[in-house]
């Protein structure tokens, strides 16, 4: 099982639009969970911590079951400006460990 | 408060040349990362500094050297280039701490080609 998998997509969805990308991780002693957003020929930018209780800001929707090893982002009313690649990080193990992030999902929000 | 910097944006080596890539950060931050992305490869980790004064390889370290030249510099270089090093190389940054504060911080990239 790879340490961190996504589906690639593409994912084609017009504005306003709720899509959902799911992620799921090997390592059960993984603590830190991330979304970061990366534009196309641009630097990964953190998008949003996931915790286990999940969490919310604004459209975006973060959950995390660490029992299943799985972790999920809901976007809600798809704007342009969501067209990006999603990826899903989650760190090695407890402590300072490094992160392992996820080959990413692509979105295209289409008018 | 520029973040993280990193030069050139872009380079062009020929097979058996050797480069630096520079990455600077101005927050502070104890850890710094180099990964290179490749199409369909994702991000794979070559080398970290967890703190200032130590080093360690990632998944992808082979044909690659790194200094934590102090707190806010590390570079990544590049000894011998081979064609298999054609990619996009990112330097990030971290504050480890307590409480899982290990969110990382990306600069630009450079872009490197090598023929």
């Known amino acids: 099982r790879k340490e961190v998998e996504q589906d690639p997509g593409p994912f084609n969805v017009p504005e306003g639009a709720t899509v959902a990308f799911n992620c799921t991780y090997s390592?059960?002693?993984?603590?830190?969970f991330f979304w970061y957003r990366q534009d196309c020929r641009k630097e990964p930018k953190l998008l949003m911590s996931v915790y286990s209780s999940g969490n919310e800001d604004g459209r975006f929707t973060a959950q995390l079951n660490r029992a299943s090893q799985y972790i999920s982002l809901l976007i809600r009313d798809s704007k342009l400006s969501d067209s990006a690649t999603y990826l899903c990080?989650?760190?090695?193990?407890?402590?300072?460990?490094?992160?392992?992030f996820g080959k990413g999902t692509r979105l295209s929000v289409i008018a | 408060n520029a973040g993280v910097t990193q030069t050139p944006k872009f380079q062009v080596l020929k097979t058996g040349q050797s480069m630096t890539l520079q990455c600077a950060q101005d927050m502070n931050h104890n850890s710094m990362y180099w990964y290179r992305q490749d199409p369909g490869m994702g991000l794979r980790l070559i080398y970290y500094s967890a703190s200032e004064g130590t080093t360690d390889k990632g998944e992808v370290p082979n044909g690659y050297n790194v200094s934590r030249l102090n707190k806010r510099e590390f570079s990544l270089r590049l000894e011998s280039a081979a064609p298999s090093q054609t990619s996009v190389y990112f330097c990030?940054?971290?504050?480890?701490?307590?409480?899982?504060?290990?969110?990382?911080?990306f600069g630009p990239g450079t872009r490197l080609t090598v023929l």
């Open positions: 390592n059960s002693a993984s603590q830190s």
């Open positions: 990030a940054s971290s504050h480890i701490g307590t409480g899982n504060t290990d969110t990382q911080y």
């Open positions: 990080v989650v760190n090695k193990g407890s402590g300072n460990t490094p992160l392992v």
